[in-house]
């Protein structure tokens, strides 16, 4: 087993990171960006660096997952899922179930919320949002729902007014009406067993970019397992269907990239 081999073994084992369901070039640069701050110039001398300095072992986790987000990322994927998505099911039931996996520190699940909530004025809706993470450490920080200002930069102010509180702080805590449709809870998406099944709407948003083909493809089928029928597939802009799963899938929105199970 060469240097490298033996690390990832030991950040599985140690950090809780599933090396295996990332690209290898991935973990490479986030683990060589850790050498280079920690000091240590070989795969060698940073396993033995991380075994022994328990401050490393969340440094490095939290390089290897990306928790860089806000609420309503991407604001016309969310426009359509508000003003289309969401009242397209509502023809059809009015207990809605979302899955908002590597929900990270929580501003996409909370999105799905406030829509949600909005809705309430116009609509009859019960809405769950099941949002899930790998990273228990994120997934506390999302329960707590407190956030900067600059996280709510694609929001207006009276959006911003019916679903924050602005803290002494500063800050802006996710009011609890909207928390309560919120269910966080740790999750592995290369387990293969899905957060829950016969769901409405699965958001999947900018976290395939870090696996390989035959992961994505895994990941598509999960989702549509976890799916009841006619429902709606978010996934990232920058993301695609592999050939293998793109039947199983028909456009709703091509350009938001937002499909409905087939």
């Not at 549509?224 to 993301?239: F, N, R």
Request: net charge neutral.
């Amino acid at each position: 087993m060469d240097d490298f081999a033996a690390l990832n073994r030991t950040i599985e084992r140690i950090v809780g990171i599933r090396t295996s369901q990332y690209k290898e070039d991935y973990i490479k640069r986030r683990v060589l960006s850790r050498m280079r701050i920690s000091g240590n110039e070989t795969f060698d001398e940073y396993h033995r660096y991380l075994i022994s300095h328990e401050e490393e072992k969340e440094d490095l986790r939290n390089a290897l997952t990306i928790n860089v987000t806000e609420f309503f990322r991407d604001l016309e994927v969310f426009t359509v899922v508000g003003q289309k998505v969401l009242p397209e099911l509502l023809k059809k039931k009015t207990r809605i179930r979302i899955w908002c996996a590597g929900c990270s520190t929580g501003e996409e699940a909370y999105t799905y919320a406030m829509l949600a909530r909005d809705l309430t004025l116009t609509h009859e809706i019960d809405c769950t949002i099941i949002a899930t993470d790998i990273d228990k450490i994120v997934l506390e920080k999302a329960k707590q729902g407190i956030y900067e200002r600059r996280s709510l930069k694609n929001m207006t102010e009276s959006q911003i007014k019916r679903h924050f509180t602005l803290r002494d702080d500063g800050k802006y805590e996710v009011k609890p009406e909207v928390k309560a449709l919120v269910r966080f809870s740790n999750h592995d998406l290369m387990s293969g067993a899905p957060a829950a099944r016969f769901l409405d709407l699965v958001s999947c948003r900018n976290v395939t970019i870090y696996f390989n083909e035959q992961q994505k493809t895994d990941l598509a089928l999960l989702f549509h397992g976890s799916l009841g029928q006619g429902g709606y597939y978010v996934m990232g802009k920058t993301e695609y269907l592999g050939r293998d799963v793109e039947h199983l899938f028909t456009p709703f929105d091509s350009l938001q990239k937002i499909y409905v199970k087939a």
